[in-house]
C-alpha cells in the first residue's frame, strides 16, 4: 500500500510540476510578448517621430525653393520694368535736339537704332530691342483694354440682376395688392 500512495503521491507531484512548468511558459511567454509590443511600440514612435520630421524638412525645402522661385520672378519682373521705363523714356521725353531734329536714326546696314537723347549722346539700340519695346507696349494695351472689357462685364451682369430682382419686387407687390383688394372686396356671408 505504501508503495501506491508513494506512485500516487508521486503522480500527483508530476501533475503539479507539469501545471506549474505550463504556468511559467505562459507567463514567460506574456513576458516575451509584453517586452516585444513595447519594443515595437517605441519603434513606431520613432519612425512616426523620423517621418514627422522628414514631412517637415520636405515642407520647409518646397517653401523655400517657393519664395526663391517668387523672389527670382519679382526681381525679373522689376528689372523688366525698369528697362522698359528707361527705354519709354527715350522715347518720349523731347530733348532740344529731339524738337528740332528727327529723334530716331535708323541704318538700314547695321540694322541699329540711333536714339538721340540729349546733345553729344548717341543711345545703341538693336531692332529686337525695339521690337521687344512695342510688343511690350501693345500687350499692355491689350492687358488694359481686356481688363476694362471684363471689368464693365462684371458690372452689367450686377446691374441686370438688380434690374431683374426690382422687376420681380414689382410683379409680387402687385401681386399681394390685387390678392388683399379681392379678399376686402367679396361681400361677407350670411350664414
Known amino acids: 500500500m505504501d508503495f501506491q500512495k508513494l506512485a500516487h503521491h508521486q503522480q500527483q507531484l508530476g501533475e503539479a510540476a507539469k501545471i506549474i512548468q505550463n504556468a511559467y511558459r505562459h507567463y ?23 517621418y514627422r520630421r522628414y514631412r517637415q524638412h520636405r515642407h520647409f525645402k518646397r517653401m523655400h525653393r517657393a519664395a526663391a522661385y517668387i523672389q527670382k520672378q519679382f526681381r525679373e519682373k522689376k528689372c523688366k520694368l525698369h528697362r522698359l521705363e528707361e527705354i519709354t523714356m527715350q522715347y518720349t521725353t523731347p530733348t532740344e535736339d529731339t524738337k528740332s531734329s528727327p529723334s530716331l536714326l535708323l541704318s ?3 540694322g541699329i537704332l540711333y536714339v538721340k537723347q ?28 481686356f481688363r476694362n472689357h471684363r471689368q464693365r462685364r462684371v458690372v452689367s451682369r450686377i446691374i441686370q440682376k438688380l ?6 419686387r414689382m410683379k409680387l407687390r402687385k401681386f399681394y395688392e390685387i390678392d388683399s383688394k379681392d379678399k376686402f372686396d367679396q361681400e361677407p356671408r350670411e350664414d
Open 163 to 168: 434690374i431683374n430682382i426690382s422687376k420681380l
Open 118 to 145: 540729349k546733345p553729344m549722346i548717341n543711345i545703341l539700340m538693336d531692332k529686337r530691342d525695339l521690337l521687344f519695346l512695342r510688343q511690350t507696349l501693345a500687350a499692355m494695351r491689350i492687358q488694359h483694354a
Open 28 to 50: 514567460r511567454e506574456r513576458l516575451r510578448s509584453k517586452r516585444q509590443s513595447e519594443t515595437e511600440y517605441r519603434a513606431a514612435v520613432l519612425i512616426q517621430s523620423y
Open 108 to 110: 538700314q546696314q547695321s
